[in-house]
């Protein structure tokens, strides 16, 4: 008769690996604001990294909703 198979615990790795996920992408996005706020405003390349923010955080808040 076969052992009953010991389930690993998914939920506590997913919860870690979620949180790396995320703090990974809050990182990213701060670094992109930092360089957005060293910009002048009004320029080509502001609207570009603001641009950039807009879907760094976008996607960060997709990321919390979906999970």
């Known amino acids: 008769m076969r052992k009953p ?3 690993k615990s998914i939920k506590k ?3 870690n ?5 995320f703090s ?3 990182k ?3 670094e992109a604001k930092e360089t957005l706020e060293s910009m002048e405003e009004g320029s080509k ?10 879907k760094l955080f ?3 808040e997709r990321y919390i909703n979906k999970n």
């Open 58 to 60: 976008s996607n960060a």
């Open 28 to 30: 990213e996005y701060q």
């Open 13 to 15: 790795t997913q919860k």
């Open 45 to 54: 390349e502001y609207m570009v990294q603001n641009k950039l923010c807009d």
């Open 17 to 21: 690996n979620f949180e790396e996920r």
């Open 24 to 26: 990974m992408m809050v």
């Open 5 to 7: 198979v010991r389930k």
